[in-house]
């Protein structure tokens, strides 16, 4: 069970020092939960977390939290690589992390960050001997990287990190300065975000979501081998592709100049949800307009998600209890 040691207080909107966050196994304001400077997963990135997504459907008068059993699932798996043991078992944390959406009584489109790490002050380089620590807090979020019109993108030259380095399959903390550089250096030269190639030279991913393809009508994606997250809302636009619209998805490597040649390109993620990309390099993709397969799926998606289409009511948790704001500002 979650237990709250908070005072009762009015809603705050926005992420806050007020907001509630769960922290050493309670819930409590978010300016509680704080670790010491020489924490071993500040000082050397050793921690992984998830990003999760909830919708407002104003509709309903519910928040549905997106694919929430298959974002725990990957979470352990990512602390698993860390050898870091959780406190609670998977049905637990969907608890916690429905319990921290829920005491902020957010009623707009949210982000959640459950985070795991090593939590020790200590400066050994080592995961086996460190205690480990865990936290889940919210806010609202709307577009991550978004243009009217489409992305315009560019080919990093910061390689994506190998899974021999780094497990590309585990959201490790410290894996995303590579991520960072990426998207940085992407900013400061006028692009919304950036293509990152493997140490060989063929398309990875984006700086924070997976890429695909468009050509001949058919849908193609870099596989889980050429160092990619294994991205959850990448298997829901699989599904919708193969399902909705019919259409053939390979899973398979891309050289460099076959994303120039592309009819249609676009990113997908947790935080980037479905964004076509226009422009790479400061060339037109296509006709340089968002591409009629892409916003089929953006559309889509942006229904399933707030639990407009029956097919996939599986995907969405609600958070609040029915009618829970009735009377409420």
């Known amino acids: 069970m979650v237990t709250d040691t908070r005072q009762t ?5 926005g992420l806050t020092d007020d907001s509630v966050a769960y922290f050493k196994g309670r819930l409590c304001p978010l300016r509680d939960a704080t670790v010491n400077v020489a924490t071993h997963g500040l000082n050397y990135g050793t921690g992984c977390f998830e990003g999760i ?6 509709d309903d008068e519910q928040l549905y939290v997106l694919k929430l059993r298959e974002h725990v699932d990957r979470f352990f798996r990512s602390c698993a690589v860390l050898r870091i043991a959780l406190p609670l078992t998977r049905d637990e944390l969907c608890e916690v992390i429905l ?7 957010y009623r707009s489109d949210i982000y959640i960050r459950p985070i795991a790490f090593k939590s020790s002050p200590s400066i050994k380089l ?7 620590s865990f936290a889940v807090f919210a806010f609202p979020f709307g ?7 489409g992305l315009h993108v560019c080919l990093s030259p ?8 780094i497990p590309t399959r585990a959201k490790v903390s410290g894996s995303y300065v590579n991520a960072a550089l990426a998207s940085d250096d992407a900013h400061l030269n006028g692009y ?3 293509l990152m190639l493997s140490a060989n030279g063929t398309l990875s991913e984006a700086s924070s979501a997976n890429v695909f393809l468009v050509r001949g009508g058919e849908i193609i994606t870099p596989p889980l081998s050429d160092n990619i997250l294994e991205g959850i809302t990448r298997d829901a636009v699989i599904e919708l592709a193969r399902r909705e619209l019919g259409l053939l998805v390979q899973e398979r490597t891309v050289g460099r100049t076959e994303i120039y040649l592309a009819d249609e390109l676009f990113l997908t993620g947790t935080g980037v949800q479905i964004e076509p990309v226009t422009s790479v390099d400061q060339r037109l993709v296509a006709t340089g307009q968002p591409g009629p397969i892409t916003m089929a799926l953006a559309s889509m998606y942006g229904a399933a998600v707030r639990r407009a289409m029956p097919a996939y009511a599986s995907w969405c948790t609600p958070v609040y209890a029915q009618r829970e704001f009735t009377g409420a500002h």
């Open 126 to 132: 080592t995961l086996s001997t460190i205690e480990d």
């Open 158 to 165: 910061w390689r994506r990190i190998d899974d021999t380095a």
């Open 9 to 13: 207080r009015p809603p705050t909107p």
């Open 143 to 149: 577009h991550y990287a978004h243009r009217e019109g």
């Open 192 to 194: 919304d975000e950036a």
């Open 99 to 105: 319990a921290v959406a829920r005491e902020n009584r």
């Open 53 to 58: 997504r909830a919708y407002w459907s104003p």
